[in-house]
């Protein structure tokens, strides 16, 4: 048996993970809303915003990933204590893609201005797209923060609406670059853009879905959008990392 002083110590090393991984999570949140504003602006100011976040995002990462590795050598935690050190070891690795593709989305942001000017409302639908998953992000962070499982229980739909404004906007970029209404070097651009913006959403359901584990013990089964709309229920595994 674990005595009170090591029970203390587990105490206070879970209470500065939970801290760091909120700070992650914040930073992380922020930098695609910093990444959204440079490309709705073309603001290069904004864009390096963004790059100083995803420096700061992978250094609290490795903090964090260090501390998970300390509580398990040194407390051996079980059962609910180890499933938040496990999965808040997975869940960094999806904060730091959600920054990574924001620093991804702010350097097309500079290389589209260098291009052409031309601001989001360039592409259509591209900013409901944007607010979408923006939405997703803030719904799986606040349920890590808050230990809401419901909550996200079903972010999967929500990501097949992204999915399907991604094909959506594809096309009409391919087409307008087809009939000279888009720069083709811009399109080719926003089409990045685009792509970006689905895998974050894609990371906000494996969010999702961690914090479902974490907080109640159950694996959430990943289901393909056509066979939602079928009505079927095969489950993937955990995750869809990139």
């Known amino acids: 048996m674990p005595t009170a002083a090591e029970r203390k110590a587990l105490r206070g090393g879970l209470q500065k993970l939970n801290e760091n991984m909120v700070t992650l999570a914040e930073l992380s949140e922020l930098s695609i809303r910093k990444a959204v504003e440079s490309l709705a602006h073309l603001d290069p100011e904004s864009s390096q915003e963004v790059f100083t976040l995803d420096e700061e995002i992978y250094a609290l990462q490795l903090e964090v990933e260090r501390t998970c590795v300390d509580l398990i050598a040194l407390h051996a935690p079980v059962a609910g204590d180890l499933r938040t050190i496990t999965t808040s070891l997975k869940i960094t690795t999806d904060l730091d893609r959600i920054g990574r593709y924001a620093k991804d989305v702010a350097e097309t942001t500079l290389q589209i201005r260098q291009a052409r000017p031309a601001g989001l409302d360039k592409v259509p639908n591209l900013s409901k797209m944007v607010e979408q998953t ?3 992000v803030d719904a799986a962070v606040d349920a890590f923060v808050r230990r809401d499982a419901e909550s996200v229980r079903n972010l999967g739909e929500v990501d097949d609406t992204v999915d399907a404004m991604h094909d959506e906007i594809f096309h ?7 009939n000279g209404s888009l720069d083709v070097e811009v399109g080719a651009r926003y089409i990045l853009v685009v792509r970006h913006l689905e895998r974050i ?5 494996n969010i999702g879905e961690r914090v479902v584990y974490m907080v109640t013990g159950e694996r959430v089964p990943r289901v393909r959008a056509a066979d939602r709309a079928k009505g079927t229920n095969p489950a993937w595994p955990l995750g869809r990392d990139s």
């Not at 009409?172 to 087809?178: A, C």
């Open 134 to 136: 923006i939405e997703m």
């Open 172 to 178: 009409d970029i391919v087409n307008d670059m087809k």
């Open 201 to 205: 959403a894609d990371h906000a359901v």
